[in-house]
């Protein structure tokens, strides 16, 4: 399905501000410390309905569904699987193309799971569309690890 994308004439500070608070919101859709997040049953707040997360994990790729991956997040967060849970942003940088953007984040996660306390780190990238309700994640790809970290790449 192609729509046509919406004029803007934001300032870059707006886009930002935007950018950041749906930042925000997805890493808060994981945060079980008090009660499940609202929007784990409202995804299209902030995700694109066709929207792809992939995860690498070593050499292994898992590319998902929206449905498909938050599924499961859903009943860990509520059946005790996953306790006191969050996940936080530790460093970001925000690149915007008039109405596409990407995030680069390191961030952190903490709680327990299966009774074994959970601290690590990681690096997701964000894909974002401007559309006529705002910001979408278009997709999203991570890695944890504790030792992946963006660099730049040589020209």
């Known amino acids: 399905m192609t729509t046509t994308a919406p004029r803007h004439d934001a300032t870059a500070s707006d886009e930002v501000v935007a950018i950041d608070a749906l930042a925000a919101a997805f890493y808060a859709l994981f945060d079980n410390r008090q009660g499940l997040s609202p929007l784990l049953d409202s995804p299209q707040a902030l995700f694109l309905h066709d929207a792809v997360i ?9 590319a998902m569904s929206l449905d498909a991956f938050l599924t499961p997040r859903r009943r860990w967060l509520s059946d005790g699987t996953l306790v006191d849970f969050h996940e936080f942003e530790t460093q970001s940088r925000t690149f915007v193309a008039d109405g596409i953007a990407t995030r680069l984040s390191r961030y952190r996660k903490q709680g327990q799971r299966d009774d074994q306390r959970i601290d690590g780190e990681g690096a997701k990238s964000l894909h ?28």
């Open 54 to 62: 992939v995860r690498r994990d070593g050499d292994v790729m898992t």
């Open 128 to 155: 974002l569309v401007r559309t006529e309700a705002g910001w979408r994640i278009a997709s999203v790809v991570w890695q944890d690890g504790d030792d992946v970290a963006w660099r730049e790449a040589a020209p």
